[in-house]
């Protein structure tokens, strides 16, 4: 399965609309090009895992088009990706099984180099919060842990490497709570962390209203 993704994503390419549309969102042209960022294109070849074809199709044909955002594990291994179109918030996130067993973090394998020299570690939720936060952290390293939590495996690799680690979920009343949460279980696991206050509804949001210049005005301690 993992070789087949890895074949049909090698082949896709990225249209110049999502490229646009992705440094518009706050990625830079290096981001697109070292996480391998494509718009997914149909392989030659059926996936060979059939009981994904229901939920996928047997070419992955539901996310033919869509912009695709690897995920890998902290040692480069492929995992899944997560997916969206351009012209709609349409999400959909694929895992392969031995994701469950991985701490998968949007910004890997990349952080790890980061993470290796004890810097600090900043964890939004998606994506475009990674962008945009990754804009005024310049000695520190930006993950994204998908939904509003911290899962076991998460935890777990914060309770190994030991970093600091502060939090920066949205505003919202999910986002609070899995704040509250993810600092409830990394001081129970000793992690040293803390909670990043600031104006706005999330680091994404506040690219796209102000760009940089409104990041590092929500910020100025970054």
């Not at 969206?84 to 180099?113: C, I, Y």
């Amino acid at each position: 399965m993992r070789a087949w993704l890895e074949r049909a994503l090698e082949r896709s390419v990225l249209t110049e609309e999502a490229r646009y549309y992705l440094l518009g969102r706050g990625a830079t042209a290096e981001i697109v090009k070292d996480w391998k960022i494509k718009c997914f294109d149909i392989p030659e070849e059926p996936c060979p895992y059939v009981p994904l074809h229901k939920h996928y199709g047997q070419f992955f044909e539901r996310v033919e088009g869509k912009v695709i955002y690897p995920l890998y594990s902290p040692r480069g291994k492929l995992l899944g990706f997560d997916s969206r179109s351009v012209d709609q918030k349409d999400n959909l996130r694929f895992l392969m099984d031995d994701a469950h067993w991985n701490p998968t973090w949007v910004g890997m394998p990349e952080g790890m180099d980061g993470i290796w020299k004890n810097q600090a570690v900043y964890v939004v939720e998606g994506i475009f919060d990674v962008f945009a936060l990754k804009r005024v952290v310049k000695n520190g390293v930006v993950l994204g842990s998908g939904p509003a939590r911290l899962s076991h495996k998460q935890i777990e690799f914060f309770r190994r490497w030991r970093p600091e680690v502060s939090i920066v979920y949205d505003q919202d009343d999910t986002g609070k709570r899995g704040t509250e949460l993810a600092l409830k279980n990394l001081r129970y696991h000793g992690v040293s962390c803390r909670k990043i206050p600031y104006r706005g509804k999330d680091p994404g949001d506040i690219w796209d209203q102000g760009g940089e210049e409104a990041l590092r005005e929500a910020f100025p301690y970054l």
